[in-house]
């Protein structure tokens, strides 16, 4: 089901989470709240799930006005950061608590969990409490939960955020490929860029409670609205007072038009990576990125003097 | 290692002195007479009636103020409110207040003569002074704070989440209680319950102040055992003391009992 906010603004006392919020999250897709901490991409996510009312605005899912609804009776899954399990019951009573409260017959909750268990790769694990999962394995339990009531819409608060860097990597995959398999509209919040763009379909750029640019991962990367968005969602370089991806630099040995003059300092092999960092004419510090290839062909060497030019115009914004 | 034992020592020989020899001196005190005069001294009519009266009290105070405690710990802790910090000082009172002084507050209060509205009451027969509903007041005053107090850091290190989850999954706000918040709290409340038990079992003061101590009508054990000792019945003091430690003694041990099963998983 789709998501609509509409000009949603909430404050924290003094503190402005969101200030004139509009977003359209299409059915079926898979979406991703970026941003810095404070940003107020947690406040947006908990004003879709009705956990935060907002001081103004609205929000519909599905088409249908859900600002003035609880969050009981919005049907949406939500998944938190630390999980959020219940302690006191085993795995199944988790994953069976959306149904337990709605009274649905014995042999349906039980059939639905087997299936969800299932699905999350936790079957065999339906005795247990969740101080006996692993983190990874306690956040599938409440994944599952959250699916159990077949939500119309699933929210994911930073879900990756509390593991550890492999077991991250391992979820984010699974989660691109559980998408896949149940086609709920996904919307899911991350600080981190990598993960923003490896998951989702349209990535929504949050910054000081307000949205910067909303788009694919490829045009967040190549047409970045503004700075802010260009320095997120990946590395800049600064070249002749402009920003410029790092791997947009190409190294020349002559002077030609417009390049400029450098000096390098260092050269970086890291696998198929090569950096090279130099000091322009003027002083300042930069770095280029480029293929161990290239990097062979041009036979760079330390305190070489080169000229840099940008390979490309359109991503350029000025410094 | 020596400082080891030495902090040992220290602690069992405190607790020995001040805990263990005089209770253990009340258990050898009862039956000097022999186990038979012990039985027969709290079994009589006004003894069987006392632990009756003390009985009376713990089943309406515990019940009363566990529902109150746990009710006011999450207006405490859940809630922003004008008076919250007041509320919780209030809370404390009956720790800071001598039991004496309580009993005389009720008298102000209910008294039949010259209380604040206990000449009302007396116009409509029901009498609070000197009779049992003045001596549950009694009791539920002094054992008020224990659930409060035992449930409010529980309730603060659970956190919210649980229960934000359990409304995303549908459920109202009883099934909310019920099901996830009660369930995660219950071993403060266990032990909130436990320590109102044994502080409604053990409570003289305020009772000797409200109570008139009428033998067999408003004498509650502690009161028995006061009466007894004055009468120098030395058996029958030292008898209902051995009885009244031992269901103290029960309470504790019933908590232990059940707890360990529970929480091994």
């Known amino acids: ?319 | 290692m020596r400082s080891k034992h030495v902090l040992r020592l220290l602690a069992l020989g405190y607790l020995a002195l001040l805990l263990g020899i005089p209770v253990a001196l009340v258990f050898v005190n009862a039956f000097q007479d022999g186990i038979a005069a012990a039985c027969e001294a709290v079994t009589t009519p006004e003894a069987q009636h006392a632990f009756y009266l003390t009985m009376v009290m713990v089943a309406v105070a515990v019940p009363l103020n566990t529902i109150f405690g746990v009710l006011c710990a999450l207006a405490i802790v859940r809630q922003r409110f004008r008076g919250r910090a007041l509320l919780n000082a209030m809370v404390d009172l009956p720790f800071a207040v001598s039991p004496v002084v309580v009993g005389l507050a009720l008298l102000l209060v209910y008294g039949r003569r010259d209380g604040w509205v206990g000449e009302w009451f007396a116009e409509q027969g029901i009498q609070i002074i000197f009779s049992i509903p003045g001596m549950i007041l009694a009791t539920m005053f002094v054992s008020l704070p224990f659930v409060v107090r035992e449930v409010i850091p529980v309730l603060r290190e659970v956190g919210t989440e649980q229960e934000q989850a359990a409304a995303t999954l549908g459920a109202g706000p009883f099934q909310t209680f019920f099901r996830v918040t009660l369930p995660a709290i219950r071993w403060g409340v266990a032990y909130g319950v436990v320590l109102t038990t044994a502080r409604a079992l053990g409570e003289f003061g305020a009772l000797s102040v409200v109570s008139g101590g009428i033998s067999g009508k408003t004498e509650t054990a502690t009161l028995f055992v006061e009466d007894r000792f004055q009468r120098f019945d030395e058996t029958g003091a030292y008898a209902a003391s051995v009885v009244l430690a031992l269901l103290a003694l029960a309470t504790l041990l019933a908590m232990n009992v059940i707890k360990p099963k529970e929480a091994r998983r």
Do not use: C
Request: hydrophobic fraction near 40%; proline fraction near 4%.
């Open chain 1, 1 to 319: 089901m789709s998501i609509v906010v509409d000009s949603v603004s909430k404050r924290f006392g003094e503190f402005t989470a969101l200030e004139d919020v509009s977003l359209e999250v299409r059915d079926g897709s898979l979406t991703a709240l970026l941003g810095p901490s404070g940003g107020g991409k947690s406040t947006l996510l908990r004003v879709i799930a009705g956990l935060e009312a907002p001081d103004s605005g609205k929000v519909l899912i599905a088409g249908e006005d859900a600002t003035r609804k609880p969050p009981q009776r919005r049907n949406v899954g939500f998944v938190f950061q630390h999980y959020a399990a219940f302690k006191h019951m085993t795995v199944a009573k988790n994953v069976a608590f959306g149904l337990t409260v709605r009274k649905r017959p014995r042999e349906e909750i039980e059939v639905r969990v087997d299936e969800l268990l299932k699905l999350v790769h936790l079957d065999g694990f339906a005795h247990r409490y969740p101080s006996q999962l692993s983190g990874g394995q306690r956040q599938r339990m409440a994944l599952a939960r959250a699916l159990a009531v077949q939500p119309r819409v699933l929210l994911l608060d930073e879900p990756f955020g509390a593991l550890d860097a492999t077991v991250r990597k391992e979820l984010r995959a699974w989660l691109r490929r559980l998408h896949d398999e149940v086609h709920v509209t996904t919307v899911f919040v991350t600080h981190d860029q990598e993960e923003a763009m490896e998951v989702a379909e349209q990535i929504v750029v949050l910054n000081h409670g307000r949205i910067e640019q909303t788009g694919s991962p490829r045009q967040l990367y190549e047409r970045p609205a503004n700075d802010f968005v260009m320095g997120f969602v990946g590395p800049v370089s600064e070249l002749s007072g402009r920003w410029i991806r790092p791997h947009d630099v190409e190294i020349l040995h002559e002077p030609s038009d417009g390049a400029a003059e450098a000096m390098i300092d260092r050269i970086v092999h890291l696998g198929f990576e090569v950096r090279v960092e130099l000091t322009l004419g003027d002083g300042e510090k930069t770095w280029v990125q480029t293929t161990r290839a290239n990097a062979q062909e041009l036979e760079l060497t330390d305190g070489e003097i080169v000229w840099l030019r940008a390979a490309t115009e359109y991503d350029r914004v000025p410094a």
